[in-house]
């Protein structure tokens, strides 16, 4: 009898990687959420803008020496005028959202904030000229219906966070359009070091403002925001590096879980019904989009 050839070892370290990505996209949210529950935490205690600086200043500490090791090209850009229109629209972001955390519950904000696929489809479409077909367009006002259904105006109270989050999400989409234009330029070290190097300088003028001096435990939460924010970032770029899109994106629902887990134990607070239909509805219509996205980018790269 013929002994069977061996198995090819090629799909058990294709399953490997995606558990390893899964995982790593899972701890990755957790500890962005816990990050965030963090945010809302120290908001209510000093001021957005000061929170805001805080946790750049600990980002910028923590991946300083990862930025150091690739010597003087982590600080060489080509388009620095595009650097700065980054660096501005992330700082605007983060400080729309630190204020909207300080008046809404983190688990309904990270629901609404699914939305940021949607307007960066949006923003592609008019600053990069993509072509959408009918299907992307669908997805995109079933998205925007999971917002009504989360904010339902006219029914519910529109609260002022709710806003704040809506305008987050809308300038997010642009940092993330100039994101994608500079990656084709710049290293993707440049990309960290000048976005870190911007939040620090363009929070430090509102927090300025605002200032008030920090006790210890404030001072340590703002740190520890930083800290796990860009672990987060780390872990959520190694998972998206071992696996396709098609199976880490689908894991990043579980923001919303973490969200609501940790913002119940630290607040009491559980987002309502709507907020879970409206966030799920947001999300499987992001989810299409990102996957289309991801299909059609291969059938380029394979024709090419």
């Given at each position: 009898m013929d002994t069977p050839p061996p198995a090819s070892p090629e799909p058990q370290r294709k399953v490997a990687g995606s558990t390893t990505a899964i995982l790593l996209m899972v701890a990755s949210t957790g500890l962005l959420s816990t990050a965030h529950v963090a945010a809302r935490w120290l908001t209510q205690e000093v001021h957005p803008f000061e929170a805001a600086f805080f946790r750049n200043v600990a980002?910028?500490?923590?991946?300083?020496?990862?930025?150091?090791?690739?010597?003087?090209?982590?600080?060489?850009?080509?388009?620095?005028?595009?650097?700065?229109?980054?660096?501005?629209?992330?700082?605007?972001?983060?400080?729309?959202?630190?204020?909207?955390?300080?008046?809404?519950?983190?688990?309904?904000?990270?629901?609404?904030?699914?939305?940021?696929?949607?307007?960066?489809?949006?923003?592609a479409i008019l600053f990069l000229g993509e072509r959408v077909g009918l299907r992307r367009w669908s997805a995109i006002l079933v998205g925007f219906l999971g917002m009504l259904i989360i904010i339902r105006?006219?029914?519910?109270?529109?609260?002022?966070?709710?806003?704040?989050?809506?305008?987050?999400?809308?300038?997010?989409?642009?940092?993330i359009i100039t994101t994608k234009i500079l990656s084709r330029h710049d290293?993707?070290?440049?990309?960290?070091?000048?976005?870190?190097?911007?939040?620090?300088?363009?929070?430090?003028?509102?927090?300025?403002?605002?200032?008030?001096?920090?006790?210890?435990?404030?001072?340590?939460?703002?740190?520890?925001?930083?800290?796990?924010?860009?672990?987060?970032?780390?872990?959520?770029?190694?998972?998206?590096?071992?696996?396709?899109?098609s199976v880490v994106m689908p894991v990043d629902f579980t923001r919303l879980i973490w969200a609501a887990a940790i913002g119940f134990l630290a607040f009491g607070e559980f987002p309502d019904l709507w907020s879970w239909v409206g966030g799920t509805i947001i999300f499987a219509s992001t989810l299409y989009i990102t996957l289309r996205e991801s299909r059609a980018r291969k059938a380029r790269s394979g024709s090419a």
């Open positions: 980002a910028l500490l923590f991946i300083t020496p990862l930025v150091l090791r690739h010597g003087r090209a982590a600080f060489r850009s080509k388009r620095p005028g595009m650097q700065a229109v980054r660096g501005i629209s992330g700082v605007v972001t983060m400080l729309l959202w630190y204020m909207s955390l300080s008046v809404m519950p983190v688990a309904e904000a990270t629901a609404i904030s699914f939305s940021v696929v949607i307007f960066t489809t949006i923003a105006p006219g029914i519910a109270n529109v609260g002022a966070g709710a806003g704040l989050v809506l305008a987050c999400t809308c300038i997010w989409a642009i940092s290293l993707s070290v440049v990309l960290v070091f000048y976005s870190s190097v911007y939040a620090v300088v363009f929070t430090a003028i509102p927090a300025a403002l605002v200032w008030t001096t920090p006790t210890l435990p404030q001072l340590a939460v703002g740190l520890l925001m930083g800290v796990l924010a860009s672990t987060s970032m780390i872990l959520g770029t190694e998972a998206m590096k071992r696996a396709d899109a």
